[in-house]
């Protein structure tokens, strides 16, 4: 939304190019208004150097203008979206972290289990060193 004030104009993007005017004006107070036609406008646009001048520096204002208001915008994004990243990236480190510590308990899981697993079978071993013995006693003894 733009402001205007007395002396500036509007509508002349329409009238330049040929179509259907782009925005709509208000007024927040009584005011005098000049109408022209296309027709109207260009010559008058030819006759008139120092306001066709002024046109001229009105659109590239407005573009400048706008410009800086793109720029801003995606500025807010880019940030945003680095704010975003940034949230996603420390939630991705803590989550690795957590794995790596998840891996060394496995590991250290993995490592009891193996030493556990050798001592039921020295004991399984003596077990059977054992029947074996009470086989032999009780076939001596019949």
Do not use: Y
């Amino acid at each position: 939304m733009a402001k205007l004030g007395q002396g500036d104009f509007l509508g002349e993007m329409s009238l330049l190019e040929g179509l259907p005017r782009s925005g709509t004006a208000v007024t927040s107070t009584a005011c005098e208004l000049v109408g022209l036609g296309s027709e109207s406008f260009r010559k008058l646009m030819t006759e008139d150097s120092v306001l066709a001048w002024r046109v001229m520096k009105g659109l590239l204002n407005r573009i400048r203008n706008l410009n800086q208001e793109l720029a801003q915008s995606v500025g807010k994004d880019l940030q945003e979206m680095a704010r975003s990243l940034h949230e996603h990236a420390q939630w991705i480190s803590g989550s690795i972290k957590q794995i790596a510590v998840s891996a060394q308990e496995i590991d250290a899981n993995e490592k009891l289990l193996v030493g556990q697993s050798r001592e039921v079978q020295g004991i399984s071993k003596d077990i059977g060193a054992m029947l074996n013995l009470l086989q032999h006693i009780a076939s001596e003894e019949s």
